[in-house]
Nanobody, 124 residues
Framework: VQLQASGGGLVQAGGSLRLSCAASERTFVTYGWFRQAPGMKREFVAHIRSAGNMIIYADSVKGRFTISRDGAKNMVYLQMNSLKAEDTAAYYC????????????????????WGQGTLVTVSS
């Protein structure tokens, strides 16, 4: 298993959760978080490079979510605050051994490794 995601759960609207993604190798250059709600396409949430820079967010989560990277522990986190019912989804961490530019950072098909989903349910 290359990526292991955890931290999902049930939370009330306005609450917070922190998702974690443990990587089993240190060759990944970029990481992303994506989510997929029932009946919906998988969508981009956030991106970070292994150095902890080049952070970008989907407009829907800007100001509420924070992606971060702990190189020593080889972990990537997604701190989610002010959660809304529409944030309910299975969240997936993804990683790539190739650097990305532009829209490819937000494109799920450009990542070659995926963790299992962790379910986030926000009750209103």
């Amino acid at each position: 298993v290359q990526l292991q995601a955890s931290g999902g759960g049930l939370v009330q609207a306005g609450g917070s959760l922190r998702l974690s993604c443990a990587a089993s190798e240190r060759t990944f250059v970029t990481y992303g978080w994506f989510r997929q709600a029932p009946g919906m396409k998988r969508e981009f949430v956030a991106h970070i490079r292994s150095a902890g820079n080049m952070i970008i967010y989907a407009d829907s989560v800007k100001g509420r979510f924070t992606i971060s990277r702990d190189g020593a522990k080889n972990m990537v986190y997604l701190q989610m605050n002010s959660l809304k019912a529409e944030d309910t989804a299975a969240y997936y961490c993804a990683a790539s051994r190739r650097g990305k530019v532009g829209i490819l950072r937000e494109t799920d098909s450009s990542y070659e490794e995926w963790g299992q989903g962790t379910l986030v349910t926000v009750s209103s």
